[in-house]
């Protein structure tokens, strides 16, 4: 079973500073994608991280791909309140299963 | 307007009472699928489908059935609910052999099982 663990499962951080969560995953996977999720609402897509030393970034956020520490990262630069989310990364395993796994999930605060 | 549709958005139910949420989605997907979520555990996988008449299980399948009669369906059936499927659950679709593709994802059920 492949495993999604995220880190940290909570963070305050104040506006302006940058900050990196992380994704790590147990097992070989195809496809890394990062969504973000405001309270109460639904899941929206943000990035999808293909191969190695893939790097995508939109605004102030970065997502990152390293497929032989099985890590990812998602880098916020200069943080605004509008950022204040929870950030989930899941994994799929497209040729053996096509199963997709989530992460636990971090949720952010900014504060202004 | 693309979008993956869910129904009822708020269910409060009784143990054993047979209930389905549907999911539609107009985009053309091949791919469909059902998590559930709570607190400190993330999205689960309950059942996905590759494609019309083809569903398999997810992480935790227990308790629930699925079905892809048409492709833009995929109603997710509880045949006698419990107190633990209280949950938020979503619906998502996606094209399967498009690498760059995303989930797209239903705005979600909240499910109340007392």
């Known amino acids: 079973e492949l495993k999604v663990e995220q880190n940290p499962l909570f963070l305050s951080m104040q506006e302006g500073k940058n900050y990196t969560i992380y994704c790590n995953y147990s097992t070989t996977s195809d496809r890394l994608y990062w969504y973000r999720q405001d309270p109460g609402k639904s899941l929206e897509s943000l990035f999808v991280?293909?191969?190695?030393?893939a790097v995508k970034q939109e605004g102030r956020l970065m997502a990152s791909l390293d497929t032989k520490a099985r890590l990812s990262t998602l880098h916020i630069t200069a943080a605004v309140h509008d950022l204040s989310a929870t950030y989930f990364c899941a994994v799929d395993r497209m040729n053996t299963g096509n199963q997709f796994y989530f992460g636990t999930g971090t949720s952010l605060t900014v504060i202004p | 307007e693309a979008q993956v549709t869910q129904n009822p958005r708020y269910l409060i139910t009784v143990t054993g009472k047979k209930l389905t949420v549907t999911c539609s989605q107009n985009m053309n997907h091949e791919y469909m699928s059902w998590y559930r979520q709570d607190p400190g555990l993330g999205l689960r996988q309950i059942y996905y489908s590759m494609n019309v008449e083809v569903t398999d299980k997810g992480d935790v399948p227990e308790g629930y059935k699925v079905s892809r009669k048409e492709k833009r369906n995929f109603p997710l059936i509880l045949e006698s609910p419990s107190p633990n499927q209280t949950s938020l659950y979503f619906c998502?679709?996606?094209?399967?052999?498009?690498?760059?593709?995303?989930?797209?994802f239903g705005p979600g059920t909240r499910l109340t099982v007392l």
């Open positions: 991280l293909l191969s190695n030393g």
């Open positions: 998502a679709s996606s094209f399967w052999e498009s690498s760059t593709d995303t989930q797209y």
